[in-house]
């Protein structure tokens, strides 16, 4: 177990870190259509084809990049550097940290994201984060894609915050992810737990969160009444906007919850002192009564 709490905060990636959908920054452009033509054949391919949503957008890319460019592992890696972020999301990393630490809590980012890990790879902020969570390809021996190794719907997503939870970061252990824990030996209580995403492909991860006792952050650029909808049903506990900025409401609910956690955190030692206490009055009384009634037992005897 960490020496320390760990605060851990788990981002969806296309507009709740950065405004658009990242194949909308160069890929689309590069291979000569507008972002409308691209998605409307993703979604083409998925009904014609009854195709999950992102093996359909990771199939599309690849049939579109053929003749145009040569997509590799790096060409992907590359169109992340012109990811473009929200507002204070390059200095709000640093923040959080400080102020955990301040707290003596311990933070931690993920990503966990519908878009591609090789573009979110070459952004940045990649070196922020714990794990990338995001679907990706399986290459050949010459770096290029020939099958979806990993596709991250809005289903899926919630494995992730379960191997957060437990400490189990290897995609490929299911076991470990499926085996029974108790809660004292899982690494991050839930109640340290943060998800924060825009809309209602997040809906599910706000939902595990809020239902296991963590939190959920709904952002917002524009669309407030859908922000509006998730926090009255239930989905989201806030809804701020996607402003990262130092002084902003979304660093002033997470610090928020920071000094939640460092509270908790105090309170439940403080409560498991109080149980260790009344275990050793509890035995040290059946202690007494047993060699009370061995007493009275052996006088009867005699």
Request: glycine share 6%; proline share 3%.
């Amino acid at each position: 177990m960490p020496d320390r709490p760990i605060f851990a905060l788990s981002y969806d990636f296309d507009k709740t870190l950065s405004p658009r959908n990242m194949q909308e920054y160069a890929f689309i452009d590069d291979i000569g259509m507008t972002a409308e033509d691209f998605w409307d054949e993703c979604n083409d391919c998925v009904r014609v084809n009854h195709m999950d949503d992102i093996l359909a957008y990771m199939y599309v890319m690849r049939k579109k990049a053929r003749g145009k460019f040569l997509l590799t592992r790096r060409t992907l890696s590359e169109l992340g550097r012109g990811v473009e972020l929200f507002p204070g999301v390059d200095t709000w990393f640093a923040r959080v940290n400080a102020y955990a630490e301040r707290k003596g809590i311990k933070a931690e980012h993920y990503i966990i994201s519908s878009g591609l890990k090789e573009i979110i790879e070459g952004t940045p902020i990649a070196g922020e984060f714990e794990r990338i969570y995001a679907a990706e390809y399986c290459y050949d021996e010459d770096d290029i894609p020939v099958w979806p190794a990993m596709a991250v719907n809005y289903t899926s997503k919630t494995q992730f915050l379960y191997r957060i939870n437990k400490g189990v970061f290897d995609v490929t252990d299911s076991n470990g992810l499926n085996e029974f824990m108790p809660e004292e030996k899982r690494r991050v209580p839930f109640r340290n737990m943060v998800y924060i995403g825009d809309g209602y492909t997040d809906v599910p991860c706000m939902r595990v969160m809020r239902s296991s006792g963590g939190h959920a952050i709904a952002v917002f650029s524009d669309n407030t009444d859908r922000m509006s909808e998730l926090v009255l049903k239930g989905r989201a506990d806030y809804a701020v906007t996607t402003d990262y900025s130092a002084g902003s409401d979304m660093e002033k609910v997470v610090f928020s919850l920071i000094d939640l956690a460092a509270a908790e955190d105090v309170t439940a030692k403080l409560h498991a002192e109080s149980m260790a206490l009344a275990q050793r009055q509890a035995d040290e009384k059946r202690i007494r009564e047993w060699e009370a009634q061995r007493g009275a037992d052996c006088g009867v005897r005699r």
